[in-house]
Antibody
Framework: QVRLQESGPGLVKPSETLSLTCTVSGGAISSRSYYWAWIRQSPGKGLEWLGSVWYNGDTYYKTSLKSRVTISVDISRNQFALRLPSVTAADSAVYYC????????????WGQGGLVSVSS | DIQMTQSPSSVSASVGDRVTLTCRASQDIKTWLAWYQQKPGTAPKLLISRASNLQSGVPSRFSGSGSGTDFTLTINNLQPEDFATYYCQQTNTFPRALTFGGGTKVEI
């Protein structure tokens, strides 16, 4: 059974870069059957899909965040990562990584989530 | 982007009740809809895909229906472990967008 685990700082200063990593176990991130996604949840905005990456590095981002979000994949480490520069308080949220089947585009496995607060 | 509207925002129910939750899309998404259950402090859990496909391991008291713009999630014989928040998600417009509804909280 696949498991996903987020890691990274829980506190980021305004204007700095939020960086999170998701480690996948119990399954290969190189599988061609899945995308790997980042989703965040905040009280004000609910659940928000940020973007997805395929094993070959192809990326797909939420249109309104396209200029800010970078998602990358590291097959050798079975990890994928999120980078969000120039953060503000509005970026404070619980960040989840998730697995997204190519056929369906829902999220069938999720990490436990990591709370990231943006504050000086 | 397609907007997803869930109603009601919260519902009070008792063990054994039948509960029907509604999700409406701002445009036709055919049957590209998923439902999730989320309990406090945990990640959402996928219940249903393609509007009515129950995921493996999900109790049969959960069912989904609908197509186009109007969808429902029905929970028959509500159990104590079913008190949670339920979200719908449209999966029709990837890779441009994947959007969630605002959720319905099922309370005792």
């Amino acid at each position: 059974q696949v498991r996903l685990q987020e890691s990274g700082p829980g506190l980021v200063k305004p204007s700095e870069t939020l960086s999170l990593t998701c480690t996948v176990s119990g399954g290969a991130i190189s599988s061609r059957s899945y995308y790997w996604a980042w989703i965040r949840q905040s009280p004000g905005k609910g659940l928000e899909w940020l973007g997805s990456v395929w094993y070959n590095g192809d990326t797909y981002y939420k249109t309104s965040l396209k200029s800010r979000v970078t998602i990358s994949v590291d097959i050798s480490r079975n990890q994928f990562a999120l980078r969000l520069p120039s953060v503000t308080a509005a970026d404070s949220a619980v960040y989840y990584c998730a697995r997204q089947p190519l056929v369906g585009d829902y999220f069938d496995s999720w990490g436990q989530g990591g709370l990231v607060s943006v504050s000086s | 982007d397609i907007q997803m509207t869930q109603s009601p925002s919260s519902v009070s129910a008792s063990v054994g009740d039948r509960v029907t939750l509604t999700c409406r899309a701002s445009q036709d998404i055919k049957t590209w809809l998923a439902w999730y259950q989320q309990k406090p402090g945990t990640a959402p859990k996928l219940l249903i895909s393609r509007a009515s496909n129950l995921q493996s391991g999900v109790p049969s008291r959960f069912s989904g229906s609908g197509s186009g713009t109007d969808f429902t999630l029905t929970i028959n014989n509500l159990q104590p472990e079913d008190f949670a928040t339920y979200y719908c998600q449209q999966t029709n417009t990837f890779p441009r967008a994947l959007t969630f509804g605002g959720g319905t909280k099922v309370e005792i």
